[in-house]
Every structure is written in structure tokens, then in C-alpha cells.
């Protein structure tokens, strides 16, 4: 009868065991960090989001962009599950300014370069910020100094476009880009139809 109970005991203890959640560790260069919060890019090009509230952190000097992070979890990956631990490796961090374009714009800056106004700027300082109608693009636009030009900047990654200041065709509309002052609002429209406007 003891066999019997302790072939039992084993049987379940070698159950409970197989039930645990299996411990994966993946490891990918950070391109999103906030307080509890991490998101990196693997080799595979998988961008995964942890939440690192509470996860043993390992970091000598902090957790900034574009380090290395090996993270550990449990279970199946799911978007923004917590993470078990967190160790990042210093040392792939770009160097302050080591990021300028073909302008001297630094990027990790927020800056870029604007044709119209031939200077380095940050959108949210000199743009405009518009809304695309359908679906959650955005665009800024940015002036020229006399308003001859205007320069489109959007957040789908699409080359920039310059405008010039003109008439409409007669027929009222043409399949261009347009940017016009609509009740109080900036709007960019196509063939007649608006397809950014100014947000609030």
C-alpha cells in the first residue's frame, strides 16, 4: 500500500511539474523604454513589448534606447506581459550627436531636415499637426518664411512634399495635394476630398 501511495505522490509531483509555465528568454536591441514598460527589437525583426514593473532589473547605467536587453518570461508571449527579468547590456548606445544626417540633423534629437525653411527643426516646435481623416497617420506642415512654400511631413514615412502657392484649376480641383485655411483649420486634400485636418 505505501508503494502504491508513494507511485501516486510521484506520479502527481512529475504532473504538478510539467504544468509549471515554461521560462523563455528572448533577446532584442530596445527601441521603446518608459518606467514600466519595455519593447524590443529582435533579431528575427519581432518587436515584443514587456511590462517591467515588476522584474528583476539588471542595468549598470540604466536602460536607454538602442542598448541590448535579454528579457525573461513566462509562458506563452503575449503583448505587454509582464516580464521575469530584465538585463541589458551598455555599450551599443549611439554617442550623443553620432546620429547627424547629410544637414548635421540630429535624429535622436528629434530633428530633420525642412527643405522650405533650409534649417534643422523639430516638427512638434515649427509643424502643424494634422489628422488623416481615415486611420491614425498624422502629417505636419511647415512654411516657408514668405509662405510661398509649404512643406508636408507625414508620420507614414511617405517622402516629404512641397507645395507652391497657386490657383485652383478651373474645374475647381485636380489630383494634387492641396493645403487650405478651411473655418479656422488647416486641411490637406486630394481630387476634392479632405484627407487631413488640423486636430484640436
Known sequence: MNNLNL???ALWAGLSMSCSPKTSTVKGVI??????TLTIVTEANDTLSFGTANAEKTATDGILLNDTATVSYEGKYNVSMNAQKVIVVPGTRNTPGG???????????GYQWSEV????IRLFEKGIRLKAINGDQSAFIVFSPDSSK?????SSGDKNEILDCRALPAGGYDDTKNVRLVDGKWTISQSGKTVFLQEE
Open 7 to 9: 507511485a501516486a505522490m
Open 31 to 36: 527601441c521603446d523604454v518608459t518606467m514600466n
Open 99 to 109: 546620429d547627424r544626417d547629410e544637414h548635421g540633423c540630429i535624429g535622436s534629437a
Open 117 to 120: 525653411l533650409q534649417d534643422c
Open 150 to 154: 509649404v512643406e508636408l511631413f507625414f
